[in-house]
């Protein structure tokens, strides 16, 4: 025990002395935790997106999502068609059982018919320094143009297009996160993840001035990185097939100081 | 394997017993207490919700404290997102006592993150070591080496005054 450890307690309960309990109140937790969390609720009053955001936070372990609206979207009207190509997978134990029955309502399923629909598409992934090689990637194709990714390992989460976000080309053919794994140290690892259409020729990843291409499989791509600090610009350069290209910038999730568990994040529309 | 009726049960008893020091903590991230029982009945609610993804591969506590922890930051990532300014600075307040920038609260304000959550986790949670990296998801020994550079800057800070 370090010698300046009674002064430290000293001073510490000068500042902040232990509260009463007269705000405790255990109907409220059980009330809160029947109702949905704060911030679904909060999303619920902004209409629209309650779909996207409940299946996130099914799918997003201990956390709340940081997310920021999609916008209505064309969904993946390029095809998902290397998803037809792949066995069907079995849904991986370590993401919540039900987060797949709330991914198949966003997207026009039914669980039977997402858990048949269900692929591994990468495995053998890893974050950062932590080389343990056990991310992986999972992926279902919805109906009408609607689907799903969900990424296993340290910060597990998913993210969809679901039914109701299909009918804005700028989110044609791409839905994608980045998230900082479950670390608040900087410099830190990052991952950027996404779901891709067929009508995408390539991914770039731009950190701070540097370009990775990242390579796209089984429509879908992973990359990550080490030495992130809260001063690096997060950029995802998309090319499509005809050409064109789409640029999507993403908040730093090391920026605003380091929440415990690094949120996910999913581009608004450019 | 816990059955859910008897980790409820658990989780109440929790509460019950310690929301004073959840709430200290949370009352210290958020920097009013308002917010701070708001995070800590948000972090309880998830807990329940989320119990049956409790493995027991640690203590009970120390899975609801990064439940807590973890609410705390995302209200006041929220209010950031917001523009809302804060009810307070980074330090909890005084209890009415003047500030002594050179003392404990500007050493506390200085700290980095991760470190300051590990020093209101010690302090006004009374957790140990282990349970602290649980509540951070970082190694005992990266625990002990923030709460050592903490006394380090603090003994620092006090040998300048």
């Known amino acids: 025990m370090s010698s300046l450890e009674p002064q430290i307690t000293s001073e510490l309960e000068q500042m902040l002395p232990l509260p009463d309990s007269g705000r405790a109140d255990w109907s409220d937790v059980v009330r809160r935790a029947g109702s949905g969390s704060r911030w679904l609720r909060s999303w619920r009053r902004r209409g629209g997106v309650l779909v996207a955001v409940a299946v996130l936070a099914a799918v997003g372990a201990a956390s709340a999502v940081a997310y920021h609206y999609l916008g209505p979207s064309a969904g993946f009207s390029g095809g998902l068609s ?34 048949r629909r269900l692929r591994l598409v990468q495995s053998g992934l890893s974050l950062g320094h932590e080389a343990t ?13 609607t689907g799903c990714l969900f990424i296993t390992g340290p910060d597990s989460g998913g993210i969809c297009l679901p039914t109701r976000m299909t009918s804005n080309p700028a989110l044609d053919s791409i839905a994608w996160a980045a998230g900082g794994g479950n670390s608040i140290q900087t410099p830190g690892p990052l991952a950027v993840y996404g779901l891709v ?14 370009t990775r291409s990242i390579p796209i499989i089984n429509n879908s791509f992973y990359a990550d990185y080490d030495g992130i600090t809260n001063k690096d610009s997060i950029t995802l350069v998309v090319h499509f097939d005809d050409g064109t290209t789409r640029t999507f910038t993403a908040p730093n999730p090391y920026a605003d100081n380091g929440p415990t568990h690094l949120k996910h994040w999913t581009p608004t529309h450019p | 394997m816990r059955g859910t009726r008897l980790l409820t049960a658990e989780l109440e008893g929790l509460y019950r017993d310690r929301y004073r020091h959840f709430l200290r903590v949370a009352t210290a991230i958020l920097g009013d207490e ?15 919700r989320e119990q ?21 930051l995302a ?21 009415g006592h ?11 304000a200085a700290l980095p993150e991760r470190q300051r959550l590990a020093v209101y986790l010690r302090y006004y949670a009374d957790l140990d070591y282990r349970s602290i990296a649980q509540v951070l998801g970082v190694e005992v020994g990266t625990v002990s080496a923030s709460l050592s550079s903490a006394h380090e800057a603090l003994r620092r800070s006090m040998k300048e005054v």
Not at chain 2, 38 to 46: K, L, R, S, T, Y
């Open chain 1, 82 to 115: 290397s998803l037809n190509d792949l066995p069907q997978a079995s849904w991986p134990s370590s993401l919540p059982s039900d987060a797949l029955d709330h991914a198949a309502a966003a997207t026009g399923l039914t669980p039977a018919q997402a858990a």
């Open chain 1, 133 to 145: 090689g056990d991310i992986s990637l999972y992926a279902f194709q919805g109906n009408a143009n």
């Open chain 1, 197 to 210: 259409a067929d009508d995408i020729r390539e991914v770039d990843a731009n950190i701070s001035g540097t």
């Open chain 2, 34 to 48: 308002t917010s701070g029982h708001d995070a800590v009945q948000e972090g309880f609610a998830q807990a329940l």
């Open chain 2, 52 to 72: 049956r993804s409790f493995r027991a591969e640690g203590p009970l506590e120390a899975w609801v404290w990064r439940m807590v922890v973890n609410a705390a």
């Open chain 2, 75 to 95: 209200l006041r990532r929220g209010r950031v997102a917001r523009r809302e300014a804060p009810a307070a600075a980074e330090a909890p307040s005084m209890n």
């Open chain 2, 98 to 108: 003047a500030s002594d920038e050179s003392g404990v609260r500007a050493w506390v």
